[in-house]
């Protein structure tokens, strides 16, 4: 069974750092692209980031491009979002997503999301 | 950018009754990237189809998907009491980025 676990959210305040883990199990790890997907309170899904399975090619939404670093320990089974320069905007739960089918090229990433994990909650305030 | 627009954004329905939900892409999503997602109150998301029409593992049959180029629907031919809850879909034929529909919530009437 495939199990996704995050970890790592907080209160943090403006222009601070936090570092999300997502464990994974129940599946080949290093076979499958991952992404975060964010939800800020009361509001709808906002990609954030995806990562290849080799860990090679990495993609960002406009948003965090520059702030947010996305990375994975196939070794582990985990995948990680280094945040950094935090804004009151970037309060949202974050989710760990797996990724189902298409592929991932050196530019684009073309996936759907057949797993989720139960999310993290990140609060940018002071 | 391909953006997506879901309507209505809430529909109010009664057990039993037929439910359409619809996604317009601001441009032809290719090879009919498109799928959809359920999500309850305080849970994560789950994926209903994907491929436009094709149902994900252990989805019911009256969930069903169409559409292709720009105009998609999810349909849900009886609602049952656990499917009131919020609907996204999400295109993954253009990236980055990929991008979500801003939600259909079926309320029940």
């Known amino acids: 069974e495939v199990h996704l676990l995050e970890s790592g959210g907080g209160l943090v305040q403006p222009g601070g750092s936090l570092r999300l883990a997502c464990a994974a199990s129940g599946f080949t790890f290093s076979s499958y692209a991952m992404s975060w997907v964010r939800q800020a309170p009361g509001k709808g899904l906002e990609w954030v980031s995806a990562i290849s399975g080799s860990g090679g090619n990495t993609y960002y939404a406009d948003s965090v491009k520059g702030r947010f670093t996305i990375s994975r320990d196939n070794s582990k089974n985990t995948l990680y979002l280094q945040m950094n320069s935090l804004r009151a905007e970037d309060t949202a739960v974050y989710y760990c997503a797996k990724g189902m089918l298409g592929y991932c090229s050196s530019t684009s990433c073309y996936i759907s999301f057949d797993y989720w994990g139960q999310g993290t909650l990140v609060t940018v305030s002071s | 950018e391909i953006v997506l627009t879901q309507s209505p954004g809430t529909v109010s329905l009664s057990p039993g009754e037929r439910a359409t939900l619809s996604c317009r892409a601001s441009?032809?999503?290719?090879?009919?990237?498109l799928a959809w997602y359920q999500q309850k109150l305080g849970q994560a998301p789950r994926l209903l189809i994907y491929g436009a029409s094709s149902r994900a593992t252990g989805i019911p049959d009256r969930f069903s998907g169409s559409g292709s180029g720009t105009d998609f629907t999810l349909t849900i031919s009886r609602l049952e009491p656990e499917d009131f809850a919020v609907y996204y879909c999400q295109q993954y034929g253009s990236s980055p980025p990929l991008t979500f529909g801003g939600g259909t919530r079926v309320e029940i009437k």
């Open positions: 441009q032809s999503v290719s090879s009919s990237s």
